[in-house]
């Protein structure tokens, strides 16, 4: 196995410092890297960081970090800002596209589950993203939400959650309890030892919420130009739609790959053999593919 260094490092966004980790591969010459986003209201210790460490074990630098607000990152604690998550992933390209050991020429994206949707983004607005990777994605759409709960619904929601935008609520909680991320699957993951972080809370704002249904990562789709896109995701999941990911694969005009794994649970790309082996498997063909090596 590779052995790899990681370093603590910080970054500034936007006047906010943020806290990563960099694992850097042995090697005499600059190298191609990653930098990855994750889960909604994940930190690096939980699954950007298993996946950073294995990509990088593979031969990539990667660099996973506490977005704004989370972690032991600054800004407004527990809030999911869109916005703000796209300008940290411009932050972290820029940090790489600095250090000695990586290639500027040469950086790519991975996202996991919400940062899926977010790498897709980023990578279509940034020219210097060379490749992106989607795992598990979350490629959320406003217009499919409004079709699936009417007009009336949609903005009654956004109106509700706008009035209480700041008060917290759970992240996840047992027995069908309100939280943000409802349901046993994230409860599974973040309400057991299996997401162990000394960084991770479980709470977050009532706008995070507005936030997710206001964003649109579908839309990057057309975008991405010639950027190299992979999609990997579960033939079957309740959280991240395996439909929004194939019309985000189908829509994308340039280089593109697809690969569906075998399983019916979204968390199990979170941290279950043998399926992150699988992705980390085809992530990592795919960026030495179109980063090089």
């Known amino acids: 196995m590779t052995t790899v260094h990681t370093e603590r490092i910080t970054l500034d966004s936007e006047g906010i410092e943020l806290v990563g980790q960099l694992r850097v591969p042995p090697g005499e010459r ?148 309100e939280a943000a991320m409802t349901g046993e699957e994230p409860y599974a993951y973040y309400g057991t030892d299996r997401s162990a972080s000394p960084y991770w809370r479980n709470e977050v704002t009532r706008g995070s919420l507005h936030s997710l249904l206001t964003f649109d990562a579908l839309g990057a789709a057309d975008l991405l130009g010639s950027t190299p896109l992979l999609v990997v995701h579960g033939k079957a999941d309740a959280y991240c739609s395996p439909e929004l990911a194939r019309e985000l694969h189908e829509r994308t005009p340039g280089v593109k790959e697809i690969r569906w794994l075998d399983t019916t649970v979204h968390i199990d790309l979170y941290d279950q053999e043998p399926y992150v082996t699988e992705a980390v498997q085809v992530t990592a063909d795919f960026l030495r593919k179109h980063l090089g090596t």
């Open 30 to 177: 600059a190298l191609a890297a990653v930098a990855l986003t994750g889960p909604f209201t994940g930190v690096k210790e939980q699954v950007v960081g298993s996946y950073a460490r294995r990509i990088a074990e593979a031969g990539l630098v990667t660099l996973a970090f506490d977005h704004r607000g989370f972690g032991e990152s600054g800004g407004r604690r527990q809030h999911e800002d869109t916005q703000g998550k796209l300008a940290d992933l411009r932050a972290a390209v820029g940090v790489l596209a600095g250090r000695p050991e990586v290639d500027h020429e040469r950086i790519g994206l991975v996202g996991v589950c919400l940062g899926g949707g977010y790498a897709v983004r980023a990578a279509a607005t940034d020219a210097r993203v060379r490749a992106v990777a989607g795992i598990a994605g979350a490629y959320n759409s406003p217009t499919r939400f409004v079709a699936d709960m009417g007009i009336g619904g949609y903005r009654a929601a956004l109106a509700g959650l706008m009035d209480r935008g700041d008060e917290y609520l759970p992240a996840v909680a047992a027995d069908g309890g």
